[in-house]
């Protein structure tokens, strides 16, 4: 299995305060993603990480923010948490040899806004 | 048109038989497709990946590609109970971005 380790694994909490949900991976390698899982939407990106301090914003960012200082961890942040973010929220990683690396995921964090 | 279609099923195969599924691709300057398995309340897990036309195999599974048709699919054979799962097609489009279809549930019925 990847070196992928999402923490926490479950958390409940409520509408209009903050979150973070870490990523760390033990792989080294330089791409690290964000993706939240829906019935009837799939996998849909975040935000990606394609090394430290730099991020680009996915299909669905809005309301979210990462942070990335370190090569192994890889933070998303919602500042104000709303009912409709409850998800499964997958972490997942990549290697760069010249593209075309496939992804490897963590378990995801089950977050529930209530 | 969405960029990576699948057939959402459920798709259901006696045991034993072959699981053929599909996905097709809106991005014609695609080069890396993957297929992954996800069984129900844990993460996708990467069974097949395929760059080039033609057919890759590995044990059970044979991915095929169609570059020109803009086609992808799975064959499963000799399907077994514990190929039941939701099957995920992705496509790297950009950077390293993988965009993924929906999903097809395939049921293995003993």
């Known amino acids: 299995d990847a070196g992928i380790t999402q923490s926490p694994r479950h958390k409940v909490t409520e509408t209009g305060t903050p979150v973070t949900l870490r990523c760390h991976q033990t792989e080294n390698h330089r791409y690290m993603y964000w993706y939240r899982q829906d019935p009837g939407h799939g996998l849909r990106l975040i935000h990606y990480?394609?090394?430290?301090?730099?991020?680009d914003k996915g299909e669905v960012s809005d309301g979210y923010s990462v942070s990335r200082s370190k090569t192994e961890d890889f933070l998303l942040t919602l500042e104000s948490a709303t009912s409709s973010q409850t998800s499964v929220y997958f972490c997942?990683?990549?290697?760069?040899?010249?593209?075309?690396?496939?992804?490897?995921f963590g378990d995801g964090t089950r977050l529930s806004i209530l | 048109q969405k960029e990576v279609e699948q057939n959402s099923g459920p798709l259901s195969v006696p045991e034993g038989a072959i699981a053929s599924l599909n996905c097709t691709y809106s991005d014609r300057v695609s080069q890396s497709f993957f297929w992954y398995r996800q069984y129900s309340g844990k993460s996708p897990e990467l069974i097949m990946s395929i760059y080039s036309n033609g057919d890759k195999e590995d044990g059970r599974f044979t991915a095929q590609l169609n570059k020109a048709s803009q086609y992808v699919s799975l064959l499963i054979r000799d399907s077994q109970p514990s190929d039941s799962a939701t099957y995920l097609c992705?496509?790297?489009?950009?950077?390293?971005?993988?965009?993924f279809g929906q999903g097809t549930r395939l049921t293995i019925n003993p």
């Open positions: 992705a496509v790297i489009q950009g950077a390293q971005k993988l965009v």
């Open positions: 997942a990683i990549s290697e760069w040899e010249g593209g075309g690396q496939p992804q490897h």
């Open positions: 990480s394609y090394g430290v301090k730099d991020t």
